[in-house]
């Protein structure tokens, strides 16, 4: 692995301050993506900036009853956390179906949004890849791209974003707190990572310097909700296709509905046509499958990963049957 | 340069020949310039250990190459196998992924001291007697780690002992043997006896 | 000394014991070849090549030699002049890659060794290798998907070899003139051993003296090929191999690695440990070779077999041949009517050379016949079992040589019993349970019983203790325990007093760890060994002024660590100090005898599978796995019950994830663990596994046969029959992805 400068910071304004602008920074948490990825030479930080102490640890539900996550929160407290159990098991579910006990007790909040894709293409700095090397080109086109997006794509990159937890919380609806040198601001969740289009090395609307501190998701939705994931194996194992759905019904009809896929797409992403196709209509097998058809409508397959449009329609339909069961309990 | 090692390190049942506790240490002879390391004091099983540690070192490495506590093993160095798992802070975590420079303070325990920090005789923590019980491994080479997994899921409130959670929970371990069954017997037979009858 | 052929005594041993070696690894106190920091260390870090095919043009050194801790990069212009191996499996030296490190600068497969970067540490070694720079001449000739070249009928790709066909019968006739006949094509992609630890070496000087730690499941070839190549004896060359993790047969034979690491601890007067990192442990140290399969079977209506072809084709690489030969076994599993033709093929591919792989060959060919005997049920509308037993060869049917010892027909019946095949609906799809549709398959399991010579010290301590020592390996099967359970058993002395060293080439020369026949190998020797030192102990006891002065050696009998003569006895501890003593040890050698001409020695086993498919999300399940298997005697049936779970954990791999994948480019696209998918704990089906008990005294004197490779056997095809029984489709190439599913 490389050699870098390791620099610890206490206070915010120190972790966040001008002179962190510039490329050979990066912020270190749970250090689950970075150091897998220094020692890979894909990231290469001179120097890495150990946020660890900063006061971000804390949950807490704000007055106008959202809550309040701090970046420094690992995925095991927040998955396990009571308010998240009670309030969003949709996300406490996504979390849980991610990674490993060992890596979940390491993985921040903050760092799990900033995940990497796990294209092995990007993974491996001998390899073409946009993402990593702007206009190398893109190796999964031709190559091997099983694991590769179905919703999102761009003639540039087909990379799939890994998360779970950032697919619960698209479903459950969030704000993340970024703190920069030039102060706070926030930006809704769903807005947060960027398609790849032309430029698939911009992944993110963090400005250089600034750091996550907090995700705020909105308050709860009720209903009855559902995370699903289908992988080859049973565990520990990134998803082929999942899917966050939320479900509000009045009497047999949906009436307020979200849903979020992962593993199909190159960013968090929300199905919005499946919900509209969904929203006011009876709570039905027929209808779950119009919805998740309506979710895959623009979808496009590319030499091995076209069962993915089967799955993540399977997937979707399931989740919202299985939701709609937890509503009606 | 040299290191200051406080007390010394192992439990005495590791018998590979000399030990150089230097060996991942740059010495004065050995390159044309060293990098930058600096000094830190790791707390493992209980033992205070200041080191000259590189920025970069991650805790896997400098357990087994500086502290000679080879029983945390490297099988992918990637967080995809679990045979590093080891304790911080009590919380079970893969240690090929974590820097050893930001574990000052933190109470490490590794599969040397799993028992005796936990209150038990050397090499008696109800896990591993349940594991020689239930032959819940065959290499040897993943089983620290699933030790040191089970050891803190037991003490879990929060997962719970049908075989479906402690599978699931397990899975961060994998085992090439496919000890699987005889794993599950024994984090089921050594939690029944950590936490009674429940 | 040579005695024990194993018919002159029969040995009643077998208990549930844990093993001898627990706490070592149960504490971290178990050393594997890189668990050691040695004085004045360095460490070595490989530098593969990133292309396909193609040649070394140069390499870029500069950089990498001005990084830290740098000590010197080894390559094709500065590397030693060495010797290849004879490669000679006979005279144990076969290496796994006969060519070696940096030989020249042809650059066959993508992950072959360019350079070895050693520094004062791992992080310098680690880093400086990423900063050498190779610049090649890149060759588009390649190929690394021997799926590609099949026509998908008539012959298989390939080029045929020669001393792999086999016939019996007239097996063309026969099939032309079945009035029921199956003809299918197989395939098995390429599965990587994944042992969970690393190839490693740490390599060691002394004056003209190597030593060498290293994660080998075959220290005495180790050592044999490493004298043959530095031109050294081979009492000069230690090869130390205390703890395994695991090795699945990709440890069986030495790699290029232990050879640069050797060269760099010379050259640079230090010891240099070398471990390989995942990806380069992908890349580099073998795997099951994919196969293509063509499977014709012939048959009357009745189901009984006329006849049966099998025909395989697998990679070989142009750095070393491998030939799995999937189909050799195949005309060994049932009456066929006496016709059968088997051939196999090789197709070399850009990758480095397979290697065995856990009942290598079998694993691949008992897949394809077992799932073709499952589809000529179908075709007969007959249950898969019945189908069996009305083919279950009585004798051997290659050489009519009675079975030494065969209970298939138990085992089918005792698995089926338990497993409850009797409630299997054979239309696809009719078992359902909620969301979720049950399938039922089965097949039948088999390995070949093999046997070696074998050499064993044992020895009597003052202490009371015994030393057993053997130059074989625990890889994790139990052999430590097996060893010493023997020993407690011939003596009458405790197990905890045993000491069992294996793992050393300095040990008198014990066999691979493969095969499954190191249990019958080994335990032979040792009590040929036990006999040596027995009778030392009687000399020592009728000799003049000794206990039993004048004795009949004959009348002398050993009990619970003493000599006893009638109603006198002594302690043998008493007997060494009387005769001031510390130790009192013989070798002796055993190996196989005149049985070999006289008995067919193989094991057989069934298995039943049950899957669950979930049609509504494309998840395919193993639920449960029942297994009844004969392997004649096993000597810790605790041990040897964890053996055949993880073979059935190896199967689920095998049948539903396990595929090592090349883009257009032969690019290496799942190179590390968590793309390579293998099973995980939450993949564990209820598993229950059966040894029947029926000790084969034919085979060596104490009736065991071995475990290592059977339940591996038979897994995929059940798994694959189960499907076709819920799904109704039939995928006849493996692994069953959920892709496959769907599109099939």
Not at chain 1, 144 to 151: D, K, M, P, S, T
Not at chain 1, 228 to 237: G, V
Not at chain 3, 421 to 432: I, L, V
Request: proline residues 5%; contains cysteine.
């Amino acid at each position: 692995m490389r050699a870098f400068e390791l620099e610890s910071v206490e206070a915010i304004d120190q972790a966040v301050s001008h002179r962190r602008v510039h490329d050979g920074e990066a912020f270190i948490a749970g250090g689950t993506t970075l150091l897998d990825l220094v020692k890979l030479d894909v990231m290469q930080p001179e120097k890495v900036v150990d946020v660890t102490r900063l006061p971000l640890k804390r949950i807490e539900t704000l007055e106008d009853g959202r809550l309040k996550i701090g970046a420094l929160v690992s995925n095991t407290e927040l998955a396990k956390h009571e308010i998240v159990l009670r309030d969003y098991p949709v996300l406490s579910e996504a979390l849980l179906s991610g990674a490993s006990t060992g890596l979940r007790n390491m993985a921040s909040t903050g760092g799990n949004v900033m995940q990497r894709t796990r294209c092995p293409y990007f993974r491996d700095p001998d390899m073409p890849c946009n993402k990593r090397e702007p206009g190398t080109g893109c190796s999964a086109l031709d190559g091997i791209n099983r694991n590769h997006a179905v919703l999102g794509t761009s003639e540039h990159c087909i990379a799939t974003h890994p998360s779970d937890m950032c697919v619960g919380m698209v479903a459950a609806g969030a704000t993340l707190v970024l703190e920069g040198p030039d102060g706070q601001r926030e930006v809704a969740f769903e807005d947060y990572h960027l398609l790849p289009g032309d430029h698939p090395e911009r992944e993110h609307d963090l400005k250089p310097g600034e750091l996550i501190t907090h995700v705020i998701l909105d308050t709860p939705r009720g209903g009855g909700q559902h995370y699903l994931k289908l992988r080859d194996r049973a565990s520990y194992e990134f998803a082929l296709a999942s899917c966050a759905a939320i479900v509000s019904l009045d009497g047999d009809n949906v009436s307020e509905v979200r849903v979020a896929l992962g593993g199909v797409a190159t960013k968090p992403w929300r199905a919005t046509a499946a919900e509209e196709a969904l929203k006011g209509q009876p709570a039905t097998q027929e209808n779950f499958e119009r919805a998740a058809d309506a979710a895959f409508t623009d979808a496009v397959a590319y030499s091995h990963n076209g069962y993915k449009i089967t799955l993540g329609k399977q997937a979707i339909a399931r989740a919202l049957r299985d939701a709609t069961a937890r509503a009606r309990a | 340069m040299a290191p200051v090692i406080r007390h010394s390190t192992g439990v005495g049942f590791c018998t590979p020949g000399a030990q150089a506790e230097t060996a991942e240490q740059p010495t004065a002879a050995s390159g044309k310039h060293s990098s930058e390391t600096r000094r830190i004091t790791l707390t493992v099983n209980g033992r205070q250990h200041d080191l000259q540690v590189a920025p970069n070192a991650v805790l896997l490495d400098v357990l087994r190459e500086q502290l000679n506590l080879f029983g945390t093993k490297k099988g992918c160095d990637h967080g995809q196998c679990g045979a590093c798992t080891v304790h911080v802070n009590g919380r079970s975590v893969n240690s090929c992924l974590m820097l050893a420079c930001m574990q000052e303070g933190a109470e490490i325990v590794t599969i040397e001291g799993l028992a005796e920090s936990a209150g038990f005789e050397l090499g008696h923590h109800p896990v591993q007697d349940a594991f020689l019980a239930h032959d819940a491994y065959q290499c040897g080479y993943c089983t620290a780690g699933q030790m040191m997994t089970a050891a803190a899921i037991i003490n879990d409130d929060s997962i719970d002992g049908d075989e479906v959670s402690l599978r699931e929970a397990m899975s961060g371990n994998i085992c090439r043997c496919g000890a699987y069954k005889n794993i599950l017997d024994a984090v089921q037979s050594a939690r029944g006896q950590m936490r009674g009858g429940e | 000394m040579t005695t024990d052929t194993g018919k002159t005594r029969e040995y009643n041993l077998s208990a549930e014991k844990p093993r001898i070696d627990g706490t070592l690894k149960l504490t971290g106190g178990a050393d594997y070849a890189a668990d050691r920091n040695l004085p004045n260390q360095t460490y070595g870090y490989p530098v593969t090549s990133t292309i396909t095919s193609g040649k070394l043009v140069s390499l870029e050194l500069d950089e990498a030699l001005a990084m830290p801790g740098v000590l010197d990069i080894f390559h094709h212009d500065n590397f030693d002049q060495l010797s290849r191996s004879p490669n000679s499996f006979a005279d144990e030296n076969l290496t796994s890659e006969p060519r070696l490190p940096f030989e020249d600068n042809e650059i066959h497969y993508q992950g072959q060794y360019i350079a070895l970067v050693v520094a004062d540490t791992l992080n310098h070694a680690r880093a400086a290798a990423m900063k050498v720079k190779a610049n090649y001449e890149r060759s588009d000739e390649f190929l690394t998907d021997i799926k590609a070249l099949d026509r998908g009928e008539g012959e298989l790709p390939g080029e045929e070899q020669p001393g792999d066909a086999s016939s019996i019968g007239d097996a063309d006739s026969a099939f032309e003139s079945a009035s029921v006949k199956l003809d299918h094509r197989y395939s098995i992609a390429q599965e990587n051993h994944s042992v969970m630890e690393m190839h490693a070496s740490v390599a060691q000087w002394e004056n003209d003296m190597l030593t060498i730690y290293e994660s080998s499941q075959g220290v005495v070839f180790q050592r044999n090929a490493l004298s043959k190549i530095f031109g050294i004896p081979p009492e000069k060359v230690t090869v130390i191999s205390h703890f395994i993790g695991s090795g699945f047969g990709s440890k069986l034979f030495m790699w290029p690695h232990a050879i640069m690491t050797a060269v760099a601890a010379r050259r640079l007067g230090r010891p240099v440990k070398t471990v390989l990192s995942r990806t380069q442990e992908y890349l580099a140290t073998g795997y099951r070779p994919t196969s293509l399969q063509r499977v014709r079977l012939g048959a009357d209506d009745s189901g009984k077999l006329l006849s049966i072809h099998h025909d395989g084709c697998n990679e070989s690489s142009p750095a070393g041949k491998h030939d799995d030969t999937v189909s050799g076994a195949t005309p060994k599993m049932y009456d066929c009517g006496g016709n059968a033709a088997v051939t196999n093929r090789l197709v070399t591919v850009n990758k480095c050379p397979p290697c065995p792989m856990r009942a290598p060959g079998e694993a691949s060919g008992n897949f394809a016949l077992e799932t073709a005997m499952d589809e000529l049920a179908v075709k007969l509308e007959m249950d898969p079992l019945a189908l069996r037993k009305k083919n279950f060869a009585a004798a051997d049917p290659t050489s009519d040589l009675p079975w030494s010892s065969n209970h298939l027909k138990e085992c089918w019946d005792d698995a089926a019993s338990r497993f409850g095949w009797d409630k299997r609906n054979p239309t696809p799809g009719a078992m359902q349970d909620g969301d979720e549709i049950i399938g039922y398959g089965m097949a039948t399991q088999s390995w070949e019983a093999m046997r070696q010579h074998c050499s064993a010290r044992f020895g009597f301590r003052a202490d009371g203790s015994l030393l057993v020592a053997c130059g074989t390996q625990d890889i994790g099967t139990g052999t430590y325990t097996i060893v010493a359970q023997t020993a407690s058993e011939l003596t009458g002395i405790p197990i905890e007093m045993v000491d069992v060293r294996l793992g050393d080439s300095q040990l008198p020369s014990g066999p691979l760890s493969g095969g499954s026949m190191a249990t019958s190998t080994v335990l032979p020797a040792v009590s040929a060994a036990f006999d040596e030192a027995l009778s030392q102990l009687k000399s020592l006891a009728t000799a003049e002024g000794g206990v039993f002065e004048n004795a009949d050696p004959d009348t002398i009998e050993i009990q619970s660590g003493k000599l006893v003569q009638g109603d006198r006895s002594v302690e043998i501890t008493q007997l060494l100090a009387d005769n001031q003593l510390g130790l009192i040890d013989g070798e002796a050698s055993a190996q196989p005898g005149d049985e070999q001409n006289q008995y067919s020695f193989r094991s057989f086993g069934a298995v039943f599978v049950e899957v669950r498919w979930d049609p509504g999300i494309s998840r395919l399940r193993v639920a449960r796995v029942v297994s009844t298997i004969d392997i004649g005697r096993a000597i810790n049936p605790m041990t040897a019950r964890n053996q055949v779970e993880g073979g059935i954990v190896m199967g689920i791999g095998m049948g539903m994830f396990e595929q090592a994948e090349f883009d257009q480019n032969g690019y290496p696209y799942n190179n590390n663990l968590a793309d390579y998918i293998l099973p995980v704990n939450a993949d564990m089906p209820k598993v229950e596994v059966d040894l029947l008990d029926y000790p084969d005294y034919r085979h060596n004197a104490f009736g065991a046969r071995g475990v290592g490779e059977i339940g591996l056997t038979g897994v995929a095809a059940a798994i694959s029959n189960a499907v076709y029984n819920a799904t109704g489709k039939r995928i006849r190439d493996m692994p069953i992805s959920i892709e496959k599913l769907l599109s099939a």
